[in-house]
């Protein structure tokens, strides 16, 4: 079945302690992109990749990095969490960009303590 | 890319047609118009795009003005299970970047 998968579905931690959600996809897509979600603010986008090791910064990249050294996988990395990235996170994929049709994952619910 | 404008919300009688309007008045001649839904906090779903002709598939038909500054998605027998928040999202042919707005927040009632 084509999916995009995301781990862990759900976390609570504490502020400073480095985590990372990781993002697969099983249909070969080039594009891949991380959102969060907040009330009132709206789906935003964090990273994209637009291939292997082709990395580019969304809207809100501060405090996340990203690394895209396999087609597949496009982990969400928090070097040292704090209370405001809790948040919903979705990753999605698609063939090519941005233009194509988006497969976002089931989203990870991050709580930061 | 152009800015969307959506109404908030609206609610919609089941198995009626449920009309979701979008301002683009700022559109330019090579970018789509997308639509997309979200579920109550599930992944967000891709349902139909066009650039300027009107556009139908299984799930719905998209209307797009003569003028492209604004759109229509019809959904045609709106079921309780189309309670979404749907999003209106325009964006350049090779896009690179996605933005979502606020949406239009659908509740179909039976």
């Known amino acids: 079945e084509a999916q995009v998968t995301q781990n862990p579905r759900y976390l609570i931690t504490v502020t400073g302690k480095k985590l990372t959600v990781t993002c697969s996809q099983n249909?070969?897509?080039?594009?891949m992109s991380w959102y969060r979600q907040d009330p009132g603010l709206g789906l935003r986008q964090i990273y994209y990749s637009m291939n292997v090791e082709v990395t580019d910064k969304g809207d809100v990249p501060e405090g996340y990095k990203v690394s895209r050294k396999e087609k597949r996988n496009f982990p969400l990395i928090l070097e040292s969490p704090s209370p405001n990235q809790t948040s919903l996170y979705f990753c999605a994929s698609s063939l090519y960009s941005a233009v194509d049709e988006q497969f976002f994952g089931p989203g990870t619910r991050l709580t930061v303590l | 890319d152009a800015k969307t404008t959506q109404p908030t919300s609206m609610d919609c009688a089941e198995g009626r047609a449920a009309n979701l309007p979008c301002n683009h008045s700022?559109?330019?001649?090579?970018?789509?118009v997308y639509w997309y839904r979200q579920i109550h906090s599930q992944g967000p779903q891709y349902i139909i795009h066009?650039?300027?002709n009107n556009e139908t598939n299984e799930m719905a038909s998209l209307i797009i003005t003569e003028d492209r500054k604004s759109s229509t998605l019809i959904l045609p027998h709106a079921t309780l299970r189309d309670t979404a928040v749907y999003y209106c999202i325009v964006i350049k042919a090779a896009g690179n970047k996605l933005t979502f707005g606020g949406g239009t927040r659908v509740l179909v009632k039976p």
């Open positions: 066009g650039l300027k």
């Open positions: 700022t559109i330019s001649g090579n970018e789509y």
């Open positions: 249909m070969n897509h080039e594009y």
